[in-house]
């Protein structure tokens, strides 16, 4: 199953428009929100540049697809799909 991370701040301007795209995909899929200012570690093992950054992840923890900048639902979910 795929699973999503997707890397914010709160003072980053185009995090907000992300929040409902993740709740709608938490529907489905199990969604990581991750503040890079309370977990900076994580951004950078993630190599996480831009934000919001959202990755789409195997059961490996592989990164299948990474989608930088405030995406639709519509783009997130063709990610999603095998």
């Known amino acids: 199953m795929k699973s999503i991370i997707s ?15 993740l ?13 890079v200012d309370d977990n900076p570690d994580a951004a950078k093992t993630w190599g996480v540049m831009s934000l919001p950054t959202t990755l789409i992840i ?5 990164v299948l697809e990474r989608a ?3 995406k639709p639902y519509s783009f997130m979910l ?5």
């Open 7 to 21: 890397f914010t701040a709160k003072w980053c301007p185009n995090c907000p428009r992300m929040k409902p795209v």
């Open 23 to 35: 709740e709608k995909l938490g529907e489905d899929y199990d969604v990581t929100i991750v503040d």
């Open 58 to 62: 195997d059961e490996q923890n592989n």
């Open 68 to 70: 930088v900048g405030a």
């Open 78 to 82: 063709d990610l999603l799909k095998d």
